[in-house]
Structures are given as structure tokens and as C-alpha cells.
């Protein structure tokens, strides 16, 4: 494999093929999760380790995976790994295991993570897949800490825990933005983000799949 | 002459194509036994971590509860600057002979050390209560209690509610209240875990001098020494603490162990 080619691998779902923005996969963590960058890094962190960990397992036995089973033997691996996740998390670090609470779990649902190893590990060598698996991980952190980042610093005046912003409450002049702490304004977020990353790459727009119907003007 | 390296049925099992039936059945088993054996490793060799944080947690959680009541870091120093856990038999109202703190997880995992509630006595929507309750109690220099701090919890409106109440010595007057678990709505239920909210449950009493229970979280405003203030829109919930205060200070709860402690027994 050449070196180009372990970059692109590695670089291209960062933006030009990102996992979230381009393909809206696993966005139901990326709302949830994503109130402040510490939760939004610690679930990033997890779902990385998770994918790359599930993309090496499923690579080593690609050849010997039945047809008829290939989910199921890749969710219960994946399932696995995320029980062994949320149990370090519990154990290490609490608190944020406890904001996080549900989500470490959905792991194993986020269409992502299958995603990744239905079509491009059950069928590479454990090196590219495990490379596919950490870019397609890194651009869902990307993505969280971003829409964490925003939310954090216009909803609570903090960045990672630290007061950058004075609000109100403390004798400052920042009135925080409560919507920014609720689910839709990570929808409003997103949606923003999407919208920006295609205007700089215009082709990443998909193609209206209905037009909108032609006025008549002497219609009967 | 048979084969007897034992590679040999390994080989010869991954040579077999993915679509035979024993092949597919072996892999199942085979992936499953690897997964269980990941996941029961990691449970059991994180186990005491985790057992170690909630603890940990339960006694930060206890010590700003302490800490919250006026006078109560002083008489704290003094006394040593820690509370002594007692594990006490619920119906008897007095220390577990048999059952340490220790031991107590374990003894809780026993159906018969549960007693199933009448639906008429079962005022916090338990359904059953432990027979044994973990306590804290402080005690001045002459050895008389100054402080209990007893968990209570019940149903709320969306889950069980935890928490941790603590009495002053004359056992009818509230110190402190600390919710250490619930999952109620969010801006409305919630606020029960408020700061704000708790610091009125300080001063409270908790019965009137003929001995009956007033104890309740009002319908609004507070409008004596025994209410508190509800919350506007967290009506099932106020009501939740209400019925739970008063189930757990009374006969099926700690209402044994208290009437000792007045008759200074304990």
C-alpha cells in the first residue's frame, strides 16, 4: 500500500468524505453528547477506540466469517468491545461516564461502526482497515467537538470547563444561550455545519431527488 | 496411524467453505466465547474500581451534606472529623447483630432479608424495604448523638428518588437533605436536587408536640414550621418527597430505630 494511499485512507473522511456531515451517520450521539467538549471527547474518544479495535477483530477472520451470520458476529463483537468501554469508563471516570450515561452503550448501534465494518473491513487487511476505521473515528470526533465547542462556549461561557466568557451570573456581560444546551440547537448546529462544508466543496451536494413542481400560469 | 497433532482439526475446520453448516455453528460459538469471555473479564477486573468510586462518591456526597449544616464542621472536628456507619435492623430499631457494612451488600441480595410492603403502608411506592438500612451517626463528647444521617428513597415521577436525610438530636428536626439519585424532568422535577431547593428542608421539624407526623412539601408557598415550599409544575414530585420523608420516619422505616434514640436506648 502506498504512502499516498495510507494518507488518503487516513485524511479523506476527516472532510471529504465525512462520516456525519457527508453521509449523516451517527448523528443521534453528535446531538446528544455534545453540550460540552469534555463529554463530547471522552464519547469521540470511546467510539475511535471502539471502531478501530471492532475493524481490526472483523479484518483478522474476514475469510472465515459465514454470509449467513456476518452481522451478527460483527454486532456482537462490536457490542463487546463497548461493554469493555463503558465498564472502563465507570471505573476511571465516572462523572463524565455518568453525563454520558446511555450513550456509551449506543455505540454499539450507531450505524457508523457497523457501517464501516460491513463495507470496508470484513473485506481489507487488518492495517487498511484499522486505518479506514481510525480516519472514519476521527472525523466523527471532528465533528462532536466542534458542535461541542460552539455549545459550550455560547451556552455556558466555558471551554472545556474553563470560564472564557464572564456571564451574567458571575458580573460579566455574557447572557448565555440556553438553546445551545437543548438537543435542537445541536440539529441547528449540524445543520450549519453541512451547509458550510458543501458551500467550500459544492460537490458534496446531492442531487434533489424531487423538483419542485412548475407553476402553471393558465392552468384549467 | 492416526493424526494426533491437534492443529490438524483446526486446519482443517478453517479449509471447510464459510457456507457449511458446522463451520458456521462453530464460528458462532467460537466469536460468542471469545466476546464473553471480554466482557466478564473486563466486569470482573473493573469491579472493585468501581465499587471503590461510589463509595467515594457516597461520602463526598455525605460530607457536603455535613458540611451545609451550620455548627456542624466545628462539632465535626471535634469529635474526630468523621461519622461512624451502624448498620441497623429496621423493625427492631437498633444495630444489625449479624449484618456489617461490610456484609451488607450481600445480605440485601437475599429475598428474605426483604420485607414486602401492604399497598396501605407503602406510602413511598416501594413495594418492598431492606430489613437492614445503613446509617451515620455523630455523636458529641459525652456519647450522645448529635446527628443521624439516614438514606431514604421512593418513587418518583419518573424513577426512584435517593436520599439522604439528616436529623438533629432531638431526632425531629431536620439538618439537611441531600438527593443523591433521581431522574426526574429536567427545569421542573429536577430542581428537587437544587442547592437552592434543600437549604429550606434545614430548621424543618418534622412532627408537632402531640407526636403526629406534619412533615409535607406544601402546595406552593410554605405556610408552617413543617412545610416547605413546593415546586410550581413538579406537583407529583414535591408530592413524592412528601410521602417518602413520611414512610421512611415512620413504623416501616426508621420510626423503631428514632423512638430508640428519644429514649436514648441507642
Known sequence: ?220 | MADMNPLTPWRRLLALPNENRAKILIMAFLVSAFCTLLVSGATVILRPVQLANQAAEQQARLESLVAGIPGMSGLLKQTGGSLRTVVIDLARGRAAADVTPETLAAALEESANWTSLSPADDLAGLGSRPNYAQIYLLRDTDGDISLAILPISGAGYNGLIDAILALKADMNTIAGLAISNQSETPGLGARIAEPAWLSQFRGIRLADDSGKLRFAVARGAAGNDYEVDGITGATRTSNAITRMVQFWLGPKGYGPLIAAIKRREF
Not at chain 1, 457490542?79 to 454499539?108: E, G, H, N, W
Not at chain 1, 460491513?118 to 487487511?125: M, V, Y
Not at chain 1, 460552539?150 to 438553546?179: C, M
Open chain 1, 1 to 220: 500500500m502506498s504512502r499516498t494511499a495510507i494518507l488518503s485512507t487516513l485524511v479523506d473522511p476527516l472532510i471529504r468524505q465525512n462520516p456525519v456531515t457527508l453521509q449523516i451517520l451517527g448523528i443521534c450521539s453528535a446531538l446528544a453528547v455534545t453540550t460540552s467538549v469534555a463529554t463530547a471527547l471522552v464519547m469521540s474518544a470511546s467510539l475511535t477506540v471502539v471502531i478501530v479495535m471492532a475493524a481490526l477483530m472483523i479484518s483478522l477472520i474476514r475469510h472465515h466469517i459465514p454470509n449467513a451470520i456476518r452481522l451478527i458476529i460483527q454486532i456482537i463483537i462490536i457490542a463487546s468491545l463497548v461493554i469493555v468501554i463503558d465498564q472502563c469508563l465507570q471505573a476511571y471516570l465516572p462523572d463524565i461516564s455518568r453525563k454520558l450515561s446511555v450513550f456509551v452503550s449506543l455505540i454499539t448501534t450507531n450505524c457508523l461502526v457497523l457501517g464501516r465494518t460491513e463495507s470496508f473491513s470484513r473485506l481489507n487487511p487488518p492495517l487498511p482497515a484499522m486505518l479506514d476505521a481510525l480516519g472514519n473515528g476521527l472525523g466523527y470526533s471532528l465533528v462532536l467537538i466542534v458542535i461541542g465547542a460552539i455549545r459550550e462556549l455560547f451556552g455556558a461561557g466555558s471551554l472545556l470547563g474553563y470560564q472564557v466568557l464572564t456571564t451574567v451570573d458571575q458580573g460579566g456581560s455574557f447572557t448565555p444561550l440556553n438553546l445551545m444546551l437543548l438537543a435542537p440547537s445541536a440539529f441547528f448546529l449540524l445543520g450549519g455545519l453541512v451547509w458550510a462544508i458543501r458551500t467550500v466543496v459544492p460537490e458534496q451536494t446531492e442531487e434533489l431527488e424531487h423538483t419542485p413542481p412548475e407553476m402553471e400560469a393558465n392552468r384549467e
